[in-house]
């Protein structure tokens, strides 16, 4: 996804329309303190150390959009253990648990895309998380779960129980649809 020469996905495209990315295999390197926002979508598990680094770099004022997705529904062409399918479930529990959230799943709820408001932004979501805040913790819930703005030192975390945004799609109008929206949240998480 990140090469030049491979099809470039439309979220790429749209986030650097307007951003000068800089992709991470690791998050070890935010202590330098350089990145100032982070986008993480669908990310492996974190090791103990770059939890660590996560939660030292928020609480110094980094700023994160996280897309926490407990049962992806996009396809992948790459095979099981690839290390460039997404995870199918996300498990960020540790970092999550440490700020106050917990992602649950609810196995009932109907299969198929629709469309939720955050705010003033249009969301297609399919089998959603939802999220739980500690009450005494810095998370604010929205849209019955689905988002939390978090205040975690000097920083700010902004964590959505879906990835569905980010699947592919044919039509142009559902594209365009898809990236008013990212760019609509990740103004907002990084404002």
């Known amino acids: 996804m990140l090469r030049p020469e491979g099809e470039i996905h439309w979220a790429r ?94 196995d009932d709820q109907p299969l198929g895309e629709r469309t939720v408001a955050l705010g003033d932004v249009p969301l297609p979501i399919n089998l959603p998380g939802r999220l739980a805040s500690a009450p005494d913790g810095p998370c604010s819930l929205s849209a019955a779960g689905l988002m939390a703005l978090c205040r975690i030192g000097e920083g700010r975390v902004m964590v959505i129980a879906d990835a569905a945004l980010f699947e592919l799609q044919e039509q142009p109008d559902a594209v365009e649809a898809r990236r008013r929206a990212l760019l609509a949240l990740v103004g907002r998480a990084f404002e």
């Open 13 to 106: 495209a749209a986030l650097e329309s307007e951003y000068a990315l800089r992709p991470l295999d690791a998050l070890d390197g935010l202590a330098g303190g350089a990145t100032r926002t982070l986008l993480m979508v669908q990310p492996r598990p974190l090791s103990p150390g770059e939890n660590v680094a996560l939660d030292g770099w928020v609480r110094r004022g980094g700023r994160l959009l996280l897309f926490a997705d407990p049962a992806l529904t996009q396809d992948s062409a790459f095979a099981l253990g690839d290390r460039r399918r997404p995870q199918d479930t996300v498990l960020l529990s540790p970092i999550l648990s440490h700020w106050g959230l917990t992602l649950m799943f609810d």
